[in-house]
């Protein structure tokens, strides 16, 4: 069992990838929860049956626990309190919180979040289960790449980051590993491609550099190459 932030700008498509880590795990004879703090459970399932993930069968067969939780008027100890209970109750193995953000900022007292955030992690841990929680970046664009404000990013073995980045008119989801403490990993950024066949991770985008900032450009050799090509076609 293990423990990861997957964190990125919004639309990005980190729910999705959260959803199919929950069905794939289900399949194999694993339980999932996913506990969403932004999306009703219709909404959510009609999106991941859009790119041909079929929750319903899972969910009726009971491998599957999907649960939607408004976080408004709630405090963040209740939220953590629901979370165990309902792991501990469906003896959950693989477990996703899609918004660890709003059950942070539900803490009322700040100076408790670190060792709050802790305690559930380790609680999880202890129980034998594989956690993945979500957090959503603001900013769409920019040069900073901050997580300073999620105690999880420290405590978490794995912190993957997505981000959607424009290059010559066309935008691009993007895809990186920045933390694997406990195995080796791939240091490059590759593109993430979601469509109604489901999600792939695609070749590294190496023609290219600024990528995680959100605002990318074409290595100069690359540039040169391209308007090779372009001239090249014009000429046909």
Do not use: C
Request: glycine share 10%.
């Amino acid at each position: 069992m293990s423990t990861t932030l997957m964190a990125g700008s919004t639309g990005v498509g980190k729910t999705l990838l959260a959803t199919k880590f929950i069905a794939t795990g289900a399949a194999r004879g694993e339980p999932g929860l996913l506990v969403s703090y932004s999306e009703p459970v219709g909404r959510l399932v009609a999106r991941a049956r859009g790119v041909a993930i079929d929750l319903e069968p899972l969910m009726r067969a009971g491998n599957i626990h999907v649960r939607y939780r408004a976080s408004t008027n709630l405090e963040g100890d209740d939220l953590i309190a629901e979370i165990l209970q309902q792991t501990r109750e469906l003896g959950i193995k693989r477990l996703v919180v899609d918004g660890i953000g709003e059950v942070q900022e539900n803490i009322l007292e700040k100076e408790r979040v670190r060792g709050m955030l802790t305690s559930l992690i380790v609680r999880l841990r202890d129980w034998g289960v594989t956690t993945l929680f979500i957090k959503e970046v603001p900013k769409l664009a920019g040069p900073d790449v901050d997580f300073s404000d999620t105690p999880i990013s420290i405590t978490a073995e794995n912190m993957l980051f997505f981000r959607q980045v424009e290059l010559r008119g066309r935008l691009h989801r993007v895809a990186s590993v920045l933390k694997m403490r406990e195995s080796g990993y791939d240091p490059y950024v590759r593109e993430l491609e979601i469509s109604s066949a489901g999600l792939r991770v695609l070749g590294p985008l190496d023609s290219a550099e600024g990528l995680l900032t959100g605002v990318a450009r074409y290595l100069p050799m690359q540039e040169k190459k391209d308007d090779e090509t372009q001239g090249a076609d014009r000429r046909r």
